[in-house]
């Protein structure tokens, strides 16, 4: 096995996690990272013992780094991921894969004419909780999938992250933020989508901060935060999918079901890599709890990074790809069109399903 060197983009929020992780899989090797702000990543790099922290065109300059991990906010994913890609690096992109279809197809086109990889988030799919679920269609547990249903209601990030604004701009609400996770998950279970409507709404036309270090201050409001989407999939199973900013008491509704010839299949929060997977079959009227069949269970962030490195080696596909991460930008897209010209969007792409991942992971310790 050969250690593939990688340096992260963007030490905000959300890198933490990632510098945690990366040690933990044995194909990676985290040599450097980067952010606008040099003091930031130099920060990062002391609190997780990295031995290089540059500005980004060092970081892009560097020859040792094969992999860029792109962390920044979602405005600036596709020039980092584009300036990566010229500098002949493959890229991971933090969700979602740029802010606008035409960025992202420019993403996947620069990276096929420079024969480079790229690799977009969520790969939280790629854990035991999705992967069970998946295991439990194929097998034909409910039978053949009819339809399906999720349900991502919340009031907002202003009262937990340190810095919500981008939240609530163009690229951020509740879609273009949890959409990919939910919408992954979707096609990840059920194949790719046909076509999608939708109606959308700003219900606040500002928001108060009330995390530290900004709290108190007053956020305006340019993307819809409440969208309802129905979702019809070229199996023809039709999805219905809420998200929204807007629920300021929350919601006990599930995260996602699939509804079955046989039986309903309650599939845990997207957003984690495990939880508990319930099945109730035709007939039944108590939920039985189903024991997960494939491991990555934590809060496994990076495995998609493992995932691309070992693909690179083995020459097969990596998971989280980038058609399947332009496929959900599009259809977050198509759904906000679909609303604005009240009709519905006929997608224009589509996507393989992801390789499933193996029972143990040992297994895919050893490329698999």
């Given at each position: 096995m050969r250690k593939v060197k990688v340096?992260?983009?963007?030490?905000?929020n959300i890198?933490?996690?990632y510098f945690q992780n990366i040690k933990s899989y044995p194909v990676l090797e985290l040599a450097a990272c980067a952010d606008i702000d040099l003091s930031r990543a130099q920060a990062r790099a002391a609190e997780f013992n990295v031995?290089?922290?540059?500005t980004v065109e060092e970081l892009l300059a560097d020859p040792e780094i094969e992999i860029v991990i792109n962390l920044t906010i979602p405005k600036a994913h596709a020039e980092i991921s584009l300036k990566?890609?010229?500098a002949g690096k493959h890229v991971y992109v933090e969700k979602p894969l740029a802010v606008t279809r035409e960025d992202g197809l420019a993403v996947l086109q620069l990276a096929q004419a420079k024969g480079l990889r790229v690799a977009g988030a969520p790969e939280t799919f790629m854990g035991g909780g999705i992967?069970?679920?998946l295991n439990l269609i194929e097998e034909g547990v409910i039978g053949t999938p009819i339809a399906a249903s999720g349900f991502m209601l919340s009031g907002g990030p202003e009262g937990w992250h340190p810095d919500p604004a981008f939240f609530y701009q163009v690229g951020g609400g509740p879609m273009f933020d949890m959409g990919p996770y939910y919408i992954t998950a979707l096609v990840t279970l059920l194949g790719p989508i046909r076509k999608v409507s939708g109606m959308t709404k700003i219900s606040y036309p500002e928001r108060l901060i009330t995390s530290e270090p900004k709290a108190g201050t007053r956020v305006p409001v340019e993307i819809p935060t409440h969208i309802a989407g129905l979702l019809q999939f070229e199996s023809g199973v039709i999805g219905t999918l809420v998200t929204s900013f807007d629920t300021k008491a929350g919601s006990d509704l599930p995260n996602i079901e699939i509804y079955g010839s046989e039986g309903t299949l309650r599939v845990p929060d997207p957003n984690n890599f495990g939880g508990e997977v319930l099945l109730r079959k035709a007939g039944e009227w108590e939920w039985k709890s189903i024991?997960?069949?494939r491991g990555f269970t934590n809060n496994n962030r990076g495995i998609g990074v493992a995932d691309l490195a070992w693909a690179i080696q083995k020459d097969r596909n990596h998971r989280a790809n980038g058609e399947?991460?332009?496929h959900v930008l599009e259809a977050m897209h198509g759904l906000h069109d679909a609303a604005n010209a009240d009709a519905a969007y006929v997608m224009k792409s589509t996507c393989s399903r992801s390789l499933p991942m193996p029972e143990r992971e040992e297994s895919f310790h050893l490329g698999e």
């Amino acid at each position: 096995m050969r250690k593939v060197k990688v340096g992260i983009i963007g030490c905000g929020n959300i890198s933490a996690i990632y510098f945690q992780n990366i040690k933990s899989y044995p194909v990676l090797e985290l040599a450097a990272c980067a952010d606008i702000d040099l003091s930031r990543a130099q920060a990062r790099a002391a609190e997780f013992n990295v031995d290089k922290a540059y500005t980004v065109e060092e970081l892009l300059a560097d020859p040792e780094i094969e992999i860029v991990i792109n962390l920044t906010i979602p405005k600036a994913h596709a020039e980092i991921s584009l300036k990566a890609l010229e500098a002949g690096k493959h890229v991971y992109v933090e969700k979602p894969l740029a802010v606008t279809r035409e960025d992202g197809l420019a993403v996947l086109q620069l990276a096929q004419a420079k024969g480079l990889r790229v690799a977009g988030a969520p790969e939280t799919f790629m854990g035991g909780g999705i992967q069970t679920c998946l295991n439990l269609i194929e097998e034909g547990v409910i039978g053949t999938p009819i339809a399906a249903s999720g349900f991502m209601l919340s009031g907002g990030p202003e009262g937990w992250h340190p810095d919500p604004a981008f939240f609530y701009q163009v690229g951020g609400g509740p879609m273009f933020d949890m959409g990919p996770y939910y919408i992954t998950a979707l096609v990840t279970l059920l194949g790719p989508i046909r076509k999608v409507s939708g109606m959308t709404k700003i219900s606040y036309p500002e928001r108060l901060i009330t995390s530290e270090p900004k709290a108190g201050t007053r956020v305006p409001v340019e993307i819809p935060t409440h969208i309802a989407g129905l979702l019809q999939f070229e199996s023809g199973v039709i999805g219905t999918l809420v998200t929204s900013f807007d629920t300021k008491a929350g919601s006990d509704l599930p995260n996602i079901e699939i509804y079955g010839s046989e039986g309903t299949l309650r599939v845990p929060d997207p957003n984690n890599f495990g939880g508990e997977v319930l099945l109730r079959k035709a007939g039944e009227w108590e939920w039985k709890s189903i024991p997960l069949t494939r491991g990555f269970t934590n809060n496994n962030r990076g495995i998609g990074v493992a995932d691309l490195a070992w693909a690179i080696q083995k020459d097969r596909n990596h998971r989280a790809n980038g058609e399947t991460a332009y496929h959900v930008l599009e259809a977050m897209h198509g759904l906000h069109d679909a609303a604005n010209a009240d009709a519905a969007y006929v997608m224009k792409s589509t996507c393989s399903r992801s390789l499933p991942m193996p029972e143990r992971e040992e297994s895919f310790h050893l490329g698999e």
